[in-house]
């Protein structure tokens, strides 16, 4: 008994990439060719480098002449490579080469991952297209937002930081597009690239300019609801 698990321990494991499970059907490749295809893997993963169909049939459900033809077919997709290889005594022979199947996994991720990018993007702005308009109470003309879609995709704003420097204008009283513009320029010149910097960035301005002496004119008791606030168009 301890014999036979030895022998089945040492037999081994092949690791199989998960993405090739969740994109075969999308690489146009069947059940009968994936089962193939982890069978080629498995032999060359042993050491046997080209695998003949017999010796692949007789580990599936298939004849060798049903093998053959799925070999070629994975050969004329593109999965399977046939290359020439020589051994330390100069001996040439070949063997089958499954790189080009993970070039395409590779690209069919990358690929998926992209568009879920850019369907997350999407959807960011037209919340960011809302927020304005609800913070300005009416929709947003043409030129307003030609300017929310020229900070994102010519200035590359993140859509946070256009909402922080939003919420830097109504807390300034100055809700107008010109105003929030000279705040994302301050930002980018001054390397402000995060919520938690914009924030402090604002912070200090307001504490400086709260700081600052009064005329021997203004009165000396300052409303408790007014907020203080750095005038960005005066830079």
Request: hydrophobic fraction near 35%.
């Amino acid at each position: 008994m301890n014999k036979n698990i030895i022998k089945w321990v040492q037999e081994g494991n092949i690791t199989i990439p998960r993405a090739l499970l969740t994109y075969y059907k999308q690489l146009n490749i069947n059940e009968e060719e994936l089962v193939l295809l982890l069978h080629v893997f498995s032999f060359l993963e042993s050491g046997n480098d080209f695998p003949t169909p017999p010796e692949i049939s007789t580990r599936m459900t298939i004849s060798v002449s049903q093998c053959s033809e799925l070999l070629r077919k994975l050969i004329q997709k593109g999965f399977i490579t046939i290359e020439d290889g020589q051994s330390t005594d100069g001996i040439r022979f070949e063997k089958y080469s499954i790189e080009p199947l993970w070039e395409k996994l590779v690209q069919a991720f990358l690929l998926e991952q992209n568009q879920q990018q850019k369907e997350q993007n999407q959807q960011t702005e037209m919340n960011l297209y809302t927020i304005f308009e609800q913070e300005f109470g009416r929709p947003l003309s043409p030129f307003e937002c030609e300017t929310l879609g020229l900070w994102i995709d010519d200035d590359r704003h993140e859509p946070l930081i256009i909402k922080a420097a939003l919420r830097e204008a109504v807390i300034s009283g100055k809700l107008n597009f010109r105003y929030i513009d000279r705040i994302l320029f301050e930002w980018k010149k001054n390397g402000i690239k995060t919520i938690e910097q914009a924030k402090s960035y604002g912070n200090k301005f307001r504490q400086h300019q709260s700081q600052q002496p009064r005329a021997n004119n203004e009165e000396q008791t300052p409303r408790k609801d007014a907020v203080p606030f750095y005038n960005w168009l005066e830079q």
